[in-house]
């Protein structure tokens, strides 16, 4: 197919394999690309006008209903925000084993993407049920895999989706030492070694990832302590790191047209955020097995080809497991104190912006408190909002490079739909609704 | 011991009458741990609408039954059992999301899986679907009968 005079037009009203409801849309008139954008055509969920009024000791639980699969990631960037607006002190046991399900949950997360996800398309199947048969294994694993994930998530956060034990200040019921041992034995007699045949399998499965390229700006959570999940400052590949009390000059929101999500850009005309996001801005700082990991994948920052970002997730998958294993190994040599949640001093008026990596990318909670400790402002941005545009982006320069690779109709609907999967989207949890104030 | 039959209830217990399969697992959890009801090697498992989970158990356990709301055009309450082969389980082209992936799709990719697995679902006829916690009057009161229709089929079962 040549691009001279091409007209083109594709049009994949249900994309399936990822979260919520979204259009993709190329049109091309006489070899001018017209239109190529993914539209979301979920409705407005309203979270942060629902919780105004609301306590603060009840956010957290609502906020985390955002989603299902980032339900821990919700919750964590949520309690931080309210503890910084409310000057709550939290314990390093907390911040340990909050870390330890925040890594828990990416497991979780990653191990539904890579295998439930995007696997099929690498194999050439529709979905994953045809690879029951023809890769029993594989899929055997990646079900105790995820299996574990979410026993793990259960014994520290009291459910597998939506825990329950996690309120401003600390938990409110804790796991015992058991839970921990049992976590540390599964995690090095199971995770660790399907994780390494997983790689096997997706390094023999690389070749199949498009070789498209585009350069733009990558956006993580940065620490200097460690690979950043649970804290740090904003990081970009273009500018630097700013605190995340400035998250809004990072993300400077807008509406487009065809979607009900707002776009975000910051240094470029779009930014990208989720594994990819993180890897190319801490690279240096992944542990030795997800490091080699990388290396068995041709991982080195700046990796522009955004169909790999279910690589990188393989590789933070190891980082996990090892980030874990410690933190398990130090709680479990100490014991677990019976702590009591942290409480407000006294209720004040205060304002906290936070932020944690979430298995998509990097989430903001922003709230604003009373002096009743009442919600009276809340701005939350989510991972998939910050890829729109950058999806939008790939696709423009995506369609010229299938033409020019020869691709057939079909072959490039599949490729544009793999493009939208290997972001990992989480469509519905996209959508939040513009403050719009009339002036007359 | 590794358990000889699993036991898993699915459904939304936030859409009331879907969520009965969950609810039967919990009320036998609890005649479990009174020591009311007291099988040997049964695992009993509540997934909800984590249908992966549900499939993760399945595929390691060498028998299950699988606990469902199921719109069947019989009397609010009953309860009827079969195997995968004895009715036909609709699925429509899926390709599936993060948030949901039909027991249909589940029990085929388990079926591939694992082709000596032994799989027998309880299908519950459901009196009202939609957002509320809680079963409906007409099924709350058939509980009872459910739970000790359950127990006389897992007794059945070798």
Known sequence: MSKQNLSLSIEVPYVTRVEGHGTIVIDMKEGKLVTSHLEVVEPPRYFEAMIKGYSYMDIALITSRICGICSVGHQMTSLKATEKALGIPVSEQTVLLRKLLTYGATMQSHVLHIYFLAAPDLLGVPSVIPLAKTHPDAVKMALRMKKLSNDICDRLGGRTIHPNRLVPGGFCKLPSVEDLKWIRDMLVKQMVPDAKASLELVKSLAPNFPAFTRETEYVGLSSDQEYAFYDGKIASTDTGEVPVDDYLSITNEFVVPHSTSKHCRHARSSYFVGALGRLNNNFDQLNPLARAAADALGLTPIVTNPFLNTAAQLVETFHVVEESLKILDTLISRGIKDEKPAVPAKLHEGRGAEATEVPRGILFHDYTYDNRGQVVKANCIIPTTQNTQCIDDDMKELVPWMIGKGMSKEQMTLTLEMLVRAYDPCISCSVHFLDVRFLH | ?158
Do not use: Y
């Open chain 2, 1 to 158: 011991m590794a358990p000889r039959l699993a036991i898993i209830g699915v459904g939304n217990p936030g859409m009331g009458d879907d969520g009965i399969g969950v609810v039967l697992v919990e009320r036998l959890r609890a005649q479990v741990q009174s020591g009311e009801w007291a099988p040997e090697g049964i695992e009993l498992v509540s997934a909800g609408i984590d249908t992966l989970l549900a499939g993760a158990v399945m595929a390691e356990a060498p028998r299950t039954l699988v606990l469902d709301s199921a719109v069947m055009g019989a009397p609010a309450g009953e309860i009827r059992f079969f195997s995968p082969g004895e009715a036909e389980v609709g699925m429509e082209a899926w390709g599936g999301t993060v948030h949901s992936v039909p027991l249909s799709g589940i029990l085929d990719l388990v079926r591939g899986l694992c082709p000596g697995q032994r799989l027998r679902i309880a299908a519950i006829q459901p009196s009202s679907l939609g957002p509320r916690d809680g079963l409906s009057r007409e099924l709350e009161s058939r509980v009872p009968e459910m739970l000790q229709k359950i127990k006389e089929e897992v007794s059945l079962l070798p």
